[in-house]
């Protein structure tokens, strides 16, 4: 557990990266709870939080699903991976993205985040195509804090997609029910790096004034 106390909240969110290399050092069980319930502190559609968390520690579990996202990253990425220049922004978080993959068995907590299916607007069966989305408006809120708390203790994590290529394998593996779909698996550890400044472009950048193209010195100097 980090002995410094944890730093304020923006300078939590300046320096909540993506990270993906891990200790694979076990994490406290205290902490992942004290993560959650920074998460379930977010707000939902009705307050109904109609959120559930998986826990994965297991390592036959952990095994299963490194080895199915590993494939799909590369499978996925293919092209890009192919014709990468290593050596550029993108190169250097595609290098962390495929370092992840490859050691996603030995990160100590794989986190599931599942929101449930049809709700808060159900889509008539005959209507659809496959299964209905998790209303993702109600569940990235609490995603984003459970990221902001593992910065806070000092606990890398990052947001993670990639288990949509295999989903259905997932809800089978791990016995959930179809009625909820799996989010985002977030992948906590101890970082084997530091914490650092996020790379984005200002916020005056993206922001108008009154109306669309206008400007404020300092506030709102839209890029055109
Ligand atoms: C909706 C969404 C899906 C993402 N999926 C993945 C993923 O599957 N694998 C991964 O390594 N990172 C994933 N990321 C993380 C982004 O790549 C990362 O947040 C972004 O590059 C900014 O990185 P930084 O915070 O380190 O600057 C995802 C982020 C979002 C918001």
Known sequence: MPSDPAPDVFEVMHTMRAMRRLKPDP??????????????????????????????????????????????????FADALATMDWSSPMGRVTRAAVHLAEHMHEVPVLLLCMGQRDWPFSVPAEARKGLAPPSYGSIYPC?????????????????????????????EYFGIPEGWGVVSVIPIGFPTGKFGPVTRTPARLKTHFNRWGGTRPGLAEPES
């Open 143 to 171: 995603v984003q804090n459970i990221l902001l708390a593992c910065r806070a203790l000092g606990l890398g994590a990052s947001l993670t997609t990639m288990h949509q290529m295999f989903e259905p394998e997932l809800h």
């Open 27 to 76: 994490v406290p069980e205290e902490l992942i709870n004290k993560v959650l319930e920074a998460g379930v502190c977010a707000p939902s559609g009705q307050n109904l939080q109609r959120w559930s968390f998986l826990v994965v520690t297991d390592p036959a579990a952990k095994a299963f699903f490194a080895e199915k996202y590993d494939y799909w990253l590369k499978n996925r």
